[in-house]
């Protein structure tokens, strides 16, 4: 069953549409933040849109793959962000359902969408190669966003949890510590004999 798998997310074509799914994704999701960037300095704008920043790390990840090329960091920040945010959004969409007792089909979608971001990440660490340096720059990326969204206040905008931030602000840095731990456990720990997705 595992070497099924492990052959279906090596296919081509498979690789082919994974990366178009994810590349309109991606663009959907800087779409879906265009409120909240054009009222954003520009100093931070590269720090506002986390999933879809997420979301384009992995699909950079697949064309390289695609292209019989790989590029490591973008490997660790992609299984590293993809998890996190992943788990974030879905959470945050879920506290947003606790405060107010009902969510949109849209709240419904994002938690699936995401939800498959964290999934896809952790399904293709067998094939990663990034070494331990590669994760701590990819580490180093992910706290550094959290310190630009939680003390310069540039986090992605639930308005209805917005009495909660502090709090949502601390869960978020442990998320992001999991995050980097599950990326050294399943990215470098476990993977001593990678997939030969790339030559």
Do not use: C
Request: glycine share 6%; charged share 10%.
């Amino acid at each position: 069953m595992r070497e099924f798998v492990y052959a279906w997310l090596s296919n081509r074509l498979f690789l082919w549409l994974l990366f178009l799914v994810n590349l309109a994704g991606t663009i959907y999701g800087f779409y879906w933040y265009k409120s909240q960037l054009v009222q954003t300095e520009p100093i931070f704008l590269i720090f506002v849109p986390d999933s879809p920043t997420a979301s384009l790390f992995f699909t950079i990840v697949i064309f390289m793959y695609l292209m019989g090329k790989r590029w490591r960091l973008m490997e660790a920040l992609a299984i590293v962000t993809l998890f996190k945010y992943g788990i974030w959004a879905i959470v945050m969409n879920l506290l947003t359902w606790m405060v107010t007792g009902t969510l949109s089909w849209v709240g419904w979608m994002l938690i699936a969408s995401h939800g498959a971001m964290a999934i896809q990440g952790l399904l293709y660490a067998p094939f990663y190669r990034f070494k331990m340096r590669h994760l701590v720059l990819a580490a180093i990326w992910t706290l550094h966003n959290d310190v630009i969204d939680y003390v310069f206040m540039q986090y992605p905008v639930y308005a209805q949890l917005e009495d909660s931030i502090r709090q949502i602000g601390y869960f978020t840095f442990w998320l992001s510590i999991a995050s980097i731990g599950i990326a050294y456990w399943y990215g470098i720990r476990q993977n001593r004999s990678v997939r030969d997705l790339v030559n």
